[in-house]
Nanobody, 126 residues
Framework: QVQLVESGGGSVQTGGSLKLSCAAY????????MGWFRQAPGNEREGVAT???????IYADSVKGRFTISRDITKNTLYLQMNSLEPDDTAMYYC????????????????????WGQGTQVTVSS
């Protein structure tokens, strides 16, 4: 029913930029809680940034000031603009969505999201 398709990953040098996209299908976009998560080999999946239906955002401390999450309602698409990339940002990045209401303290937890994309790889070289 709900489908998420990520794109925009790639390989960049330290200090470079990438913009990830997540196209959502199957549910009114304005009612989604959505987020970006990432997982590096050997590490747990961690929340990167989330956006609620009211537009409020939450960022992981490690990316605050460098990454920006946004959405285009007319295109049913979620974005993650990543600037000043570092080698520690190397990971598979996943888009997630859920229609259930969530208080802020739980929005960065992967268990709160029902729908997931297949991921897009981001590699940052030093």
């Amino acid at each position: 029913q709900v489908q998420l398709v990520e794109s925009g990953g790639g390989s960049v040098q330290t200090g470079g930029s990438l913009k990830l996209s997540c196209a959502a299908y199957g549910y009114p976009f304005t009612y989604y809680y959505m987020g970006w998560f990432r997982q590096a080999p050997g590490n747990e999946r961690e929340g990167v940034a989330t956006i609620a239906p009211d537009g409020s955002t939450i960022y992981a401390d490690s990316v605050k000031g460098r990454f920006t999450i946004s959405r285009d309602i007319t295109k049913n698409t979620l974005y993650l603009q990543m600037n000043s990339l570092e080698p520690d940002d190397t990971a598979m990045y996943y888009c997630a969505a859920d229609t259930r209401s969530k208080v802020a303290v739980y929005r960065m937890k992967e268990t709160e999201y029902k729908y997931w994309g297949q991921g897009t790889q981001v590699t940052v070289s030093s």
